[in-house]
């Protein structure tokens, strides 16, 4: 297969969030759910600047900005993504931003997309 360049490239990928057990007969573990989120590659120049800007924040609610903007900028589209009564949720803006709130959609998301970048197959299971 000819390697084919492109203006933009976006893919998708698995993404596995380990969430605190609700059940108290299983305090203290974790719940495993998965779904796909469409990433879209950014070029090196795009990296280096967000990594410099990042580089230069002191304040930390600046740096969360900085952090959420960046996750905003290659997060395209979302599936597999339910609220608590099993209906599915769009992917939006505000639907994004309201998961980013939680710290373990947040690293989920973050380990999926630099596992992305590595070159490799998925790890089943993340």
């Not at 930390?60 to 900028?73: C, P, Q, S, Y």
Request: proline share 4%.
């Amino acid at each position: 297969m000819d390697f084919q360049i492109t203006k933009t490239f976006a893919y998708w990928w698995p993404v596995t969030v380990s969430i605190p057990n609700p059940d108290p007969d299983h305090a203290g573990t974790v719940m495993k759910q998965t779904f796909k989120m469409q990433f879209e590659a950014i070029d090196r120049d795009a990296q280096i600047e967000n990594q410099q800007k990042l580089d230069a924040l002191i304040d930390a609610k600046e740096i969360v900005k900085n952090e959420h903007d960046f996750l905003r900028l290659v997060c395209k589209n979302w599936s597999g993504v339910v609220d608590d009564t099993k209906s599915p949720v769009s992917f939006s803006d505000q639907a994004f931003r309201d998961a980013l709130q939680k710290a373990w959609f947040r690293e989920a998301v973050y380990a999926a997309y630099n596992e992305s970048l590595s070159g490799k197959d998925a790890r089943l299971g993340n």
